[in-house]
Structures are given as structure tokens and as C-alpha cells.
């Protein structure tokens, strides 16, 4: 990969991060899928990522890229989603320059992939990734360099998790991911998940460690729970999951 996308695992990314540092970061939400959308951008630099861009919200998250003055640099992945078609393919188009990005475990394509210790940047800022696996293999987690946010995407949603019964999904998997990558930062780091289905925007490291009803469980317990959950097929999967199995490189329906 070209650019400076990509740093080496255990890099120093403090020169990114700082107490005066301008960071800028929009919550957006799609009501189909109940999905969020991350803007983050450099106020300084005016370089932007976008994480987990749904197709049908798309414009929109380019009208404000393009009124909030930012260049988007990346649209971003956090797993092969089930629930909706990535936007990802469309900003590529609506936003040259653009490149879509996606665990290379997901089996995706897209313009570049990630691996565990990679580091994404955006002006004076990095997201690092976290591999976080079970509910799908592909799945990470986003921290941002001074580890005050988290970006989940279905791996730890606030007061719950992904499920793990379909796309090779594994319950022991998901435990061990959430308690080892993200139970293990700092308890205030703010927790934004790719889903909410009662309302809630953020959570806390330490509130989900002490407060979610699943992870607070031991590991046997907790799979006792996810092999058990009895929840509907989802209904976008059958088209959601082969177009983002093109992530980035569909284009929008006619």
C-alpha cells in the first residue's frame, strides 16, 4: 500500500494525538438497518475517514463531508456487513479521491485491506487496528492513538454484541476478542458501536465491562447464550452480503 495508510504494529502514534488536537467526529444514523455512520476528520489538515457508510445514506454523508470543507480519504469497513450494502462503492464515486477499506480476513475486495496492528491516518490523527473476530472472521475495532475512542463496529454493541450464527461466527471467539482488544483499554475510552436498536449513541469501556448482560458472564456461560439466541435470518443478507463482498467496487443500483 502507498501513502501513509498503513504504519507498523507497536509504532509511537503520539505525534498524532494531543490534548488540544482538533478533532472532528459526526454521528450519523441510517433507521433501516439501525446503523451508525463515522465521520472523523483533521480540522487542521481537513483529511477525513468515514467507518461503516450504508448505500442508502451515501449522499448524504458526501453532502456533509463536502459542507463541513474535508477531503475524504478512506470509507472504511469494519467487518463484511449482513444488514445493509456498504456505501463505500458510491463515496468512491461521489468523492474522487476516496479508497474503500476492509479487513483482508473478511474476504472483501476493496481498494486497500488491514491487518491487526495496522494504523489508518488522517492528518495529525490514526485509527489503530484491532482484529476482533467472532462474529465474523474479518471483524476489527478502531482505536483512535490516545485510546479516548473506540469504534466496534457488531463486535461490542452497548449492553450487548453481534450475533454469532451465521458468517462463520463463533461465540468463544467474540468473548475472547471483546475481553482481550477491548476490554483491556482505558475504562473512559468511549465505546461507538456500528448498531443501536433502543436508542442509545455511546458507552463507555468500563460501563460495558461491569454493566453488559453477556460479556459480564465466563466464556462458557456467554456461549451457552449466543448458540441459543433464536434471532430471525437477517433480511437484507441473501444481497447485503455477496455486493459487500465487492466492498467498495460495487456501483449503485439503477
Same mark, same amino acid.
Given at each position: 500500500m502507498a501513502g501513509r495508510l498503513l504504519t507498523v504494529a507497536g509504532r509511537q502514534l503520539s505525534q498524532h494525538s494531543g490534548s488540544g488536537a482538533p478533532l472532528l467526529l459526526r454521528q450519523m444514523f441510517e433507521p433501516k438497518s439501525c446503523t451508525y455512520t463515522y465521520l472523523?476528520?483533521?480540522?487542521?489538515?481537513? =483529511?477525513a475517514i468515514l467507518i461503516d457508510p450504508v448505500l442508502e445514506t451515501a449522499a448524504r454523508d458526501a453532502k456533509?463531508? =463536502? =459542507?463541513?470543507?474535508?477531503?475524504? %480519504?478512506y470509507a472504511v469497513n469494519t467487518h463484511c456487513h449482513a444488514d445493509h450494502i456498504t456505501g463505500s462503492g458510491v463515496l468512491r464515486s461521489l468523492l474522487p479521491g476516496c479508497?474503500? #477499506? *476492509?479487513?483482508? $480476513?473478511s474476504g472483501a475486495q476493496a481498494d486497500l485491506h488491514i491487518e491487526?496492528?495496522?494504523? *489508518?491516518?488522517f492528518g495529525r490523527f490514526a485509527l489503530e487496528t484491532r482484529a476482533s473476530p467472532g462474529h465474523t472472521p474479518g471483524?476489527? &475495532?478502531?482505536?483512535? /492513538?490516545?485510546?479516548?475512542?473506540?469504534?466496534t463496529g457488531d463486535a461490542l454493541l452497548i449492553r450487548g454484541c453481534g450475533r454469532t450464527d451465521f458468517q462463520q461466527g463463533c461465540a468463544k471467539t467474540l468473548y475472547h476478542s471483546v475481553h482481550e482488544k477491548i476490554f483491556t483499554l482505558p475504562g473512559d475510552c468511549l465505546i461507538y458501536?456500528?448498531?443501536?436498536?433502543?436508542?442509545?449513541? #455511546?458507552?463507555?469501556?468500563?460501563?460495558?465491562? &461491569? %454493566? /453488559?448482560?453477556? $460479556? &459480564?458472564?465466563?466464556? =462458557?456461560e456467554f456461549v451457552k447464550v449466543m448458540d441459543n $439466541? /433464536? %434471532?430471525?435470518?437477517?433480511?437484507?443478507?441473501?444481497?447485503?452480503?455477496?455486493? /459487500?463482498?465487492?466492498?467498495g467496487i460495487q456501483t449503485a443500483p439503477s
Amino acid at each position: 500500500m502507498a501513502g501513509r495508510l498503513l504504519t507498523v504494529a507497536g509504532r509511537q502514534l503520539s505525534q498524532h494525538s494531543g490534548s488540544g488536537a482538533p478533532l472532528l467526529l459526526r454521528q450519523m444514523f441510517e433507521p433501516k438497518s439501525c446503523t451508525y455512520t463515522y465521520l472523523l476528520g483533521d480540522r487542521e489538515s481537513r =483529511e477525513a475517514i468515514l467507518i461503516d457508510p450504508v448505500l442508502e445514506t451515501a449522499a448524504r454523508d458526501a453532502k456533509l463531508v =463536502e =459542507e463541513l470543507g474535508l477531503r475524504l %480519504l478512506y470509507a472504511v469497513n469494519t467487518h463484511c456487513h449482513a444488514d445493509h450494502i456498504t456505501g463505500s462503492g458510491v463515496l468512491r464515486s461521489l468523492l474522487p479521491g476516496c479508497q474503500s #477499506v *476492509i479487513s483482508r $480476513l473478511s474476504g472483501a475486495q476493496a481498494d486497500l485491506h488491514i491487518e491487526d496492528g495496522d494504523s *489508518i491516518h488522517f492528518g495529525r490523527f490514526a485509527l489503530e487496528t484491532r482484529a476482533s473476530p467472532g462474529h465474523t472472521p474479518g471483524c476489527v &475495532t478502531f482505536v483512535l /492513538n490516545d485510546h479516548s475512542m473506540a469504534f466496534t463496529g457488531d463486535a461490542l454493541l452497548i449492553r450487548g454484541c453481534g450475533r454469532t450464527d451465521f458468517q462463520q461466527g463463533c461465540a468463544k471467539t467474540l468473548y475472547h476478542s471483546v475481553h482481550e482488544k477491548i476490554f483491556t483499554l482505558p475504562g473512559d475510552c468511549l465505546i461507538y458501536p456500528a448498531h443501536d436498536y433502543h436508542g442509545l449513541t #455511546v458507552s463507555t469501556v468500563e460501563e460495558e465491562r &461491569t %454493566l /453488559n448482560p453477556r $460479556l &459480564t458472564l465466563s466464556c =462458557e456461560e456467554f456461549v451457552k447464550v449466543m448458540d441459543n $439466541l /433464536n %434471532l430471525p435470518k437477517p433480511q437484507q443478507i441473501d444481497f447485503a452480503v455477496p455486493a /459487500n463482498l465487492r466492498c467498495g467496487i460495487q456501483t449503485a443500483p439503477s
